[in-house]
């Protein structure tokens, strides 16, 4: 048996010309697109890709951008500073700081997050966010879980009643996957580097996600014939080559269904990004 591939590029699409179509209704009655400020601080090359994934994505759907590039040895006060401007600034809708920060302000992050508004949050990593999201009130929800979801819901895949298996407890993807997971009534368990017999939780998941950080950590035997797996990994081996947290090749021969890396979840966490920009414009000119 093989998988089905579910190609990011093609759930991405539907989430971006829903976004684009909004966009322009927010432009035709209001006279104003939607606009996103990502601030980039210091020169990560991998966070230079995804601003310009992000700035390309927003120019494709008229929707305004602009990219704030700041030094590497910015302070936390400069920072928050341009963040107070752009919680200011009517043009924007959505602020993104993109992570990781540099060392010298990375133990600020909490705090540097937390002063972006909340209606501005279209990373949905604001306290205010993730309460909401937690009881479930709408909310700006996290870029790559909520893409995860709503590209299980485009593929048809049933999530209700089914058994989903989270691996990673991150604040960022694991954590927010098992509330969303939850909300769409599936059973979910969340493992991390402390859980026991691993491979004997995770071959009961019928969704698997795989959020570690470890290239090719999940392998076939570790997951259950026709289970849906959904690869959030995205590890640089070497200097053009990118794999996910799954053993592509051998885990396609079990699962009923495999995101790709890259080409996979990495293009829904845009996709959504654009999403959440257009949700905050709608709340903000509404
Ligand atoms: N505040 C904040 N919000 C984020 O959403 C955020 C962040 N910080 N820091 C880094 C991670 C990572 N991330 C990705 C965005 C696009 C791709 C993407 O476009 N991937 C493509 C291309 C990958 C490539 O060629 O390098 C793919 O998977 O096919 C991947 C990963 C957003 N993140």
Known sequence: MSAKILEGKFFAQQLKDDAGRRAAALQEKYGR??????????????SEVYVRNKDKACAALGIYSEVIAMPEETSKDE?????????????????????????????????????????????GFHPVNVGKMVTGEP???PCTPAGCIRMLEMAGIEIAGKRAV???????????????????????????SRTENLAEITRQADILVAAIG????????????????????????????????VDFEAVSEVAGAITPVPGGVGLLTVAMLMQNVVQAAEAHLQ
């Not at 697109?33 to 991998?46: M, S, T, Y």
């Not at 939850?182 to 991390?192: D, G, S």
């Open 79 to 123: 920072l928050i500073a341009k963040i107070d401007a752009l919680n200011a600034d009517e043009k924007i809708d959505g602020i993104l700081v993109q992570l990781p920060l540099p060392a010298q302000i990375a133990q600020f992050e909490a705090e540097i997050l937390n002063r972006i508004d909340p209606s501005k949050d279209v990373d």
């Open 33 to 46: 697109a939607p606009g996103l400020a990502v601030i980039r601080v210091g020169n990560d090359p991998a």
């Open 139 to 141: 909310a700006l929800l």
């Open 166 to 192: 989270v691996i990673g407890r991150s604040n960022i993807v694991g954590k927010p996957m098992f509330h969303l997971l939850m909300a769409k009534n599936a059973t979910v368990t969340v493992c991390h």
């Open 214 to 245: 470890k290239p090719n950590f999940v392998k076939k035997d570790m997951v259950k014939k026709g289970a849906t797996v959904i690869d959030v990994g995205i590890n640089r081996i070497a200097p053009k080559k990118l794999v996910g947290d």
